[in-house]
């Protein structure tokens, strides 16, 4: 078993807050600063340029890659780091189009990240070739998928409500039809766990920000599979992802490999946090992440549910298809969150109604649990959020 209370005094958890919201943005690892410090004085600062060879600043997307591998089920050398998610999602998707280019639909879900979604529908007016995005409810997806599929492209936790895809079983789906999949992992990676070998998904994308506290602004991930990697066509065809950068060659010709799907050069500063923030998963598994997840999200639903009789639970009431989060519903959500948060209790809002929870094994545990439904209660017990300072809507909610 893991020792949480180890992997939660990893992290700088300021005093009287409790950190609901590492779903959104994981908290500072507490080596983070002095690597940071460090590859700013020791590497930028005295080895000037040499540290692309002496600091392997170059390796440094696979190597950080291969670390986050582990933990969503993929082999060494399939992972590559770079850019942010929604470039990421725009190069799987760009890739896998090509693949089945006789086939026209691609399809998502209503409740997807709408980033992804905007992505999808700029490369199909990009590409000019009479793509069409559908967007069913997730509930409808299977049923929907056909022949005519040419790209299934899902967000495997739903970042507002939780619900989680089955993705053995989709995969294998849209694979009998013929088409490809690509699975956005930025409520998976570091949440749940995930098997892309296992389900031979096509291609996966996700961030590092969230369950994996990389930082603000910490690079993406993105996976192919091993046996698709030859034949893809990396539309964002960068130097970084040649085959010989440094041969200055003026035709591009794509590495053989993962790191085709690199682009230019990396955040090396804030890839050096992240690479730190992932030393927190050595010797931690998804099993036993999983096991304290479900265990946290179902003492939060009891004691919410028991105690504050005005809010929906949003999120599936099954375990095994939620992500790490909880959600519930209140009308006035918004100004919920504002009272929470002005007691200590960080979670997040989502439009229109949903007040949101994520549950981090890492550093959060049954005291932290506990201490959040007594102010939840507290706070619509005595309706502290109805008063005009928590209505009041600020640009990040
Ligand atoms: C968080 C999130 C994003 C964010 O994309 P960025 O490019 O990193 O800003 C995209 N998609 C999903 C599904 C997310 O949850």
Redesign the pocket.
């Known amino acids: 078993m893991i020792d949480f209370a180890a992997t939660k005094s990893l992290f700088h958890l300021p005093e009287g807050i409790i950190y609901l919201d590492g779903n959104s943005l994981g908290p500072l690892p507490k080596k983070a600063a002095a690597r940071a410090a460090s590859v700013i004085s020791d590497e930028w600062g005295d080895m000037l340029i040499c540290g692309w060879n002496e600091a392997k600043w170059m390796e440094q997307p696979a190597r950080v890659g291969d670390k986050i591998a582990r933990l969503i089920g993929a082999v060494p050398g399939t992972v590559v780091m770079g850019d942010?998610?929604?470039?990421k999602?725009y190069q799987a998707l760009a890739s896998a189009l090509e693949l089945r280019p006789d086939r026209k639909v691609v399809m998502s879900d209503s409740g997807?990240?709408p980033?992804?979604l905007y992505m999808a529908d700029g490369l199909i007016k990009s590409l000019g070739r009479g793509h069409v995005l559908k967007t069913p409810s997730p509930e409808q997806v299977e049923g929907l998928i056909d022949e005519d599929l040419a790209v299934l492209m899902l967000?495997h936790v739903d970042?507002r409500t939780g619900r989680m895809h089955d993705m053995q079983r989709i995969t294998q789906k849209a694979h009998d039809a013929g088409a490809l999949v690509i699975w956005?992992l930025?409520?998976s990676a570091g949440a749940v766990p995930v098997d892309l070998s296992g389900c031979k998904a096509d291609f996966a994308v996700g961030?590092t920000?969230?369950y994996l506290n990389g930082g603000p602004g910490s690079p993406?991930f993105i996976y192919v599979r091993p046996d698709h990697v030859q034949h893809v066509r990396p539309a964002l065809s960068g130097w970084l992802g040649h085959a010989a950068p440094f041969a200055f060659d003026p035709d591009y010709v794509p590495a053989p490999d993962i790191s085709r799907m690199r682009v230019g050069t990396p955040p090396v500063i804030q890839m050096s946090v992240l690479e730190t923030a992932l030393e927190a998963w050595d010797g931690v598994t998804m099993t036993d992440i999983r096991a304290r997840s479900v265990d946290l999200c179902e003492q939060f639903i009891a004691g919410v549910e028991a105690r504050c009789p005005m809010l929906t639970l949003a999120s599936p009431r099954d375990a095994a298809q939620r992500g790490s989060q909880v959600s519930f519903r209140f009308d006035q959500g918004y100004a919920v969150m504002q009272a929470l948060i002005d007691r200590g209790l960080i979670g997040d809002f989502r439009a229109p109604d949903i007040i949101r929870f994520g549950f981090t094994p890492l550093y959060i545990d049954q005291d932290d649990v506990t201490a959040a439904i007594g102010i939840l209660a507290d706070v619509m017990a005595q309706r502290t959020w109805d008063c005009a300072r928590f209505q009041k809507r600020q640009a990040v909610t």
Do not use: Q
């Not at 942010?84 to 470039?87: K, N």
């Open positions: 942010t998610l929604s470039i999602v997807n990240f980033t992804d967000t970042y956005d930025a409520h961030c920000y969230k993406a």
